[in-house]
């Protein structure tokens, strides 16, 4: 049976990924890939390659980049920036949940500048127009906002080090990366299962900061020791490269750019087609990744449910702060998928 999985995170892998993955838990070199020790060669390849692959997609290599594969979810990420950047002062826009959490990290730190917010508006659109503080450290961004469905579709120029949250939609969209200095994404939206969290750090903005900065949260000690200061986790790493090899394979980022585009043209299409649909997130900021919407007469719940439920639609509930339903369409969500569930709206508009 096929399942169409809307799952914000965890999130679908592709299919390839999950045979491969399968095959090495069983015998990965005459052990499983969850008993190898990560200082095996086995294990040093994997992560070596993982990390090229990385900046390869980015394009980063040899441009002073650094990638490493850490724990603790992008969430220490909103710890670990702060502490190893943030001397005086950090300049943050505020787009959401994620960014909100990361500027209460920082403040631990130093001074917080939040130079925009839609707070007031429930994080339904992208603020404009604001200032950047040019004596700020460093200035912080979440590139994509799961919850509630926008996007930054211009990253903003800036002449101090630029910070980005790019959990849920790395790899997604063809970009200038070299704009950016530090970039954190947790594995369980485009790359893999949860448990890693990918780093890209440029090293000449480190070492800058004057406080003592723990082993385990400073990143020059993380890329003296390749992200094995500690035991990795191995299989998260594994399954992550194993989806950067799917993604190369597939065109890359270019190739996988031009059929989100066509999955979320389909999706919002619809939502501004249908009268009994709204869509959530300002237009000029809507997100490709993920499609928030609603609909406009709660009557009709049950027997949208039900028919999401019959065509076999998983995990397309809203956010609990935001409700409604959100459609995540990550790298390896098909085009088939989008087309089952806009089929579904459309035949919830012809029987109610």
């Not at 096929?2 to 399968?22: M, T």
């Not at 130079?115 to 007031?120: D, P, R």
Request: aromatic share 10%.
């Amino acid at each position: 049976m096929k399942i169409h999985n809307f799952s914000a995170g965890p999130c679908i892998l592709p299919q390839d990924v999950f045979q491969q993955a399968s095959k090495a838990v069983l015998d990965f070199n005459g052990l499983s890939i969850l008993e190898i020790s990560h200082r095996s060669k086995d294990f040093v390849a994997v992560m070596e390659k993982a990390q090229s692959l990385a900046l390869e997609h980015l394009g980063l290599i040899n441009k002073g980049y650094k990638a490493l594969f850490l724990g603790g979810g992008a969430s220490m990420q909103f710890l670990m920036t702060a502490y190893n950047l943030l001397e005086k002062k950090a300049a943050y826009l505020n787009t959401g949940t994620w960014s909100d959490k990361a500027i209460k990290e920082a403040k631990a730190f130093g001074e917080v500048v939040e130079v925009g917010s839609s707070k007031e508006a429930n994080y339904n659109y992208i603020p404009k127009d604001y200032q950047i503080p040019t004596d700020a450290d460093y200035f912080h961004i979440t590139s994509n906002n799961t919850i509630f469905g926008t996007q930054l579709k211009e990253i903003p120029q800036v002449n101090i080090p630029l910070v980005c949250d790019m959990s849920s939609d790395i790899f997604s969209r063809q970009l200038d990366f070299t704009q950016f200095d530090l970039i954190y994404a947790g594995a369980q939206k485009n790359m893999g299962p949860a448990g890693a969290t990918l780093v890209v750090v440029k090293e000449d903005i480190l070492g800058k900061v004057s406080r003592h900065i723990p082993s385990m949260l400073n990143y020059q000690t993380q890329i003296s020791k390749d992200s094995m200061f500690n035991t990795p986790p191995v299989f998260p790493i594994y399954v992550s490269m194993l989806t950067l090899e799917w993604l190369k394979s597939n065109g890359g980022i270019d190739a996988i750019e031009n059929i989100n585009n066509k999955k979320a043209s389909l999706i919002y299409s619809e939502i501004d087609r249908n009268d009994l649909f709204k869509g959530f997130a300002a237009v000029e900021d809507r997100s490709n990744m993920n499609a928030t919407f609603s609909l406009n007469n709660d009557s009709h719940k049950e027997l949208f449910d039900n028919l999401c439920k019959e065509a076999n639609i998983s995990g397309l509930n809203g956010h609990r702060s935001v409700g409604g339903y959100r459609a995540s369409m990550y790298n390896a969500l098909p085009l088939e998928s989008v087309e089952v569930l806009v089929n579904v709206m459309k035949e919830l508009e012809n029987r109610a």
